[in-house]
Nanobody, 118 residues
Framework: QVQLVETGGGLVQPGGSLRLSCAAS????????MAWYRQVPGKERELVAG???????DYVDSVKGRFTISRDCAKNTVYLQMNTMQPEDTAVYSC????????????WGQGTQVTVSS
């Protein structure tokens, strides 16, 4: 059974930085296409950043220039470096991974809370 576990969330002051990690386990193959989503209560889940199997990255406009997604396929791990954080970045962040067998983004983590506040 595939499990995705996010770590690195917490409380940070405006202007500060956090690095999220998401590690996949329980699989017998490499997962390289992954994404980060975030959700605030009462709002729809938002795609924050994604990275394809080939390494192409994409970001929602509100985080461009501040957040960086990266991954280590050998470790089945994706990272999200978040810099110059703002209160609007407060949310539960979840990772999502593409199943290379089905081609669908089948795998989800449980989420980690990120709070930006002074």
């Amino acid at each position: 059974q595939v499990q995705l576990v996010e770590t690195g969330g917490g409380l940070v002051q405006p202007g500060g930085s956090l690095r999220l990690s998401c590690a996949a386990s329980g699989i017998g193959f490499s997962i390289c296409a992954m994404a980060w989503y975030r959700q605030v209560p009462g709002k729809e889940r938002e795609l924050v950043a994604g990275i394809t199997t080939g390494g192409t990255t994409d970001y929602v406009d509100s985080v461009k220039g501040r957040f960086t997604i990266s991954r280590d396929c050998a470790k089945n791990t994706v990272y999200l470096q978040m810099n110059t954080m703002q209160p609007e970045d407060t949310a539960v962040y979840s990772c999502n991974a593409r199943n290379p067998i089905t081609g669908r983004y089948d795998f989800w983590g449980q989420g980690t809370q990120v709070t930006v506040s002074s």
